[in-house]
């Protein structure tokens, strides 16, 4: 994988770990950090979905290590 996808794929995951923390906790992680309202009042379904795009970007972790272990099982 290049670097430009990993670099990709990591700035996925840390939008998907914000959307988590909307959807768990109510808190936006990045406006926290760069200035602005940081609770998001949403709905319980909204908070699902938010909490499901969190889950599939721990999830995605996974990912970022691929080629190296195709490349140990193919030695």
């Given at each position: 994988?290049?670097?430009?996808?990993?670099?990709?794929?990591?700035?996925?995951?840390?939008?998907?770990?914000?959307?988590?923390?909307?959807?768990?906790?109510?808190?936006?992680?990045?406006?926290?950090?760069?200035?602005?309202?940081?609770?998001?009042n949403s709905s319980?379904?909204?908070?699902?979905?938010?909490?499901?795009?969190?889950?599939?970007?721990?999830?995605?972790?996974?990912?970022?290590?691929?080629d190296r272990r195709?490349?140990?099982?193919?030695?």
């Open positions: 994988m290049s670097w430009l996808s990993r670099l990709a794929l990591l700035l996925v995951i840390i939008g998907a770990l914000n959307w988590l923390l909307v959807g768990l906790f109510e808190w936006d992680l990045v406006t926290a950090i760069f200035g602005g309202e940081t609770v998001r319980m379904i909204s908070r699902v979905i938010y909490t499901l795009v969190g889950l599939a970007g721990i999830y995605s972790f996974s990912f970022l290590f691929d195709e490349r140990v099982k193919t030695e």
